[in-house]
């Protein structure tokens, strides 16, 4: 357990629980983030969310998008060799906006081991997973944002599958200070996942498979920019609260000029390893048409580095 504000003499302030809960939910590929952005902030941009990636983070975000269409486009090199790819379209629809959103997780060939072929008995199986969703947001008032997102998911391992239907709500909150705002999302509120048909004969696990739940995650946070147009510092701050692991805080920030180029960092807090990320990202403006290319590097401890790139397209 991991304490701040503390110091020998007292007890502390703010203590972090749920470490016990760690490894209890199934449906993992629902926690992958997406987009070099938001990795690049510290996984934390509830409030600070923008962009065609916003069904992914807080699809409120959607109604923060310039023009009536935007795409989104994004691939990381995950460990073992896995590769994860998101993509995401934000339509501008009369007083509303809708989002489509998709992911893939492609495991590629992994070898079959049993207890006497401890190496692999000559064949492989794949281990990959699939997200679609449909966002809805919409204004409510000139500082309260309200959205949703359904998704579905699916696992395949081997020659059996899973699905499971998912919800995400999200909101954000303008103070009326600046762009100081509010961010708020519950992500992946749904049933339990289980692996359909029967287990294996040679399987410990007598009749159907064990179910698990679904990784929900809470995420409440706060963003203030610093500075105009031509130069501009955005800080965020954001408290994570998962259904299957550790509270952990997550500080976040972006520095940009011009509105063309900008430089990311941050970190959370409560992690065994890893924890911090940073990039950068680049805009080109031509017409009406923008055209945003973003970078990060993300720390994951003994899984390595990740490399995240996202390209977002408008008009």
Not at 15 to 20: I, L, N, R, T
Not at 304 to 313: A, D, K, N, R, Y
């Given at each position: 357990?991991?304490?701040?504000?503390?110091?020998?003499?007292?007890?502390?302030?703010?203590?972090?629980?749920?470490?016990?809960?760690?490894?209890?939910?199934?449906?993992?590929?629902?926690?992958?983030?997406?987009g070099a952005r938001g990795i690049a902030m510290g996984r934390g941009i509830s409030a600070a969310v923008d962009g065609a990636s916003s069904p992914f983070w807080n699809p409120a975000g959607m109604e923060l998008v310039n023009g009536n269409?935007?795409?989104?486009?994004?691939?990381?090199?995950?460990?073992?060799?896995?590769?994860?790819?998101?993509?995401?379209?934000?339509?501008?629809?009369?007083?509303?906006?809708?989002?489509?959103?998709?992911?893939?997780?492609?495991?590629?060939?992994?070898?079959?081991?049993?207890?006497?072929?401890?190496?692999?008995?000559?064949?492989?199986?794949?281990?990959?997973?699939?997200?679609?969703?449909?966002?809805?947001?919409?204004?409510?008032?000139?500082?309260?944002?309200?959205?949703?997102?359904?998704?579905?998911?699916?696992?395949?391992?081997?020659?059996?599958?899973?699905?499971?239907?998912?919800?995400?709500?999200?909101?954000?909150?303008?103070?009326?200070?600046?762009?100081?705002?509010?961010?708020?999302?519950?992500?992946?509120?749904?049933?339990?996942?289980?692996?359909?048909?029967?287990?294996?004969?040679?399987?410990?696990?007598?009749?159907?498979?064990?179910?698990?739940?679904?990784?929900?995650?809470?995420?409440?946070?706060?963003?203030?920019?610093?500075?105009?147009?031509?130069?501009?510092?955005t800080l965020t701050m954001d408290f994570n609260h998962p259904s299957d692991d550790v509270e952990s805080l997550i500080f976040g920030t972006e520095a940009s000029a011009w509105d063309r180029l900008f430089l990311r960092a941050g970190y959370?807090?409560?992690?065994?390893?890893?924890?911090?990320?940073?990039?950068?990202?680049?805009?080109?403006?031509?017409?009406?048409?923008?055209?945003?290319?973003?970078?990060?590097?993300?720390?994951?401890?003994?899984?390595?580095?990740?490399?995240?790139?996202?390209?977002?397209?408008?008009?």
């Open positions: 357990m991991l304490t701040l504000f503390a110091t020998p003499a007292r007890a502390s302030l703010i203590a972090f629980f749920g470490g016990e809960r760690a490894g209890t939910s199934g449906g993992q590929f629902l926690r992958v983030p997406a269409d935007r795409f989104f486009l994004s691939h990381m090199a995950y460990a073992a060799g896995i590769d994860v790819e998101h993509a995401a379209w934000v339509h501008k629809l009369h007083s509303w906006r809708v989002g489509l959103s998709a992911g893939v997780l492609r495991s590629g060939d992994i070898v079959r081991t049993t207890e006497l072929h401890p190496d692999g008995d000559g064949f492989s199986f794949d281990a990959n997973q699939f997200l679609l969703g449909f966002s809805l947001s919409r204004q409510l008032t000139d500082r309260f944002i309200l959205a949703g997102t359904a998704k579905m998911l699916q696992e395949n391992l081997d020659e059996f599958e899973n699905r499971g239907l998912f919800l995400d709500l999200g909101a954000l909150y303008f103070v009326g200070f600046n762009q100081a705002r509010v961010g708020f999302t519950v992500r992946n509120f749904g049933g339990d996942l289980r692996l359909n048909g029967s287990p294996p004969a040679e399987a410990s696990v007598q009749g159907n498979w064990q179910s698990f739940s679904a990784p929900t995650i809470a995420l409440f946070g706060f963003a203030y920019d610093f500075g105009g147009a031509a130069r501009r510092l959370q807090s409560n992690m065994a390893e890893g924890g911090f990320a940073a990039g950068f990202g680049l805009r080109l403006l031509e017409g009406v048409r923008t055209l945003r290319l973003d970078y990060a590097f993300d720390d994951r401890g003994a899984l390595g580095g990740m490399h995240i790139v996202s390209l977002e397209l408008g008009k």
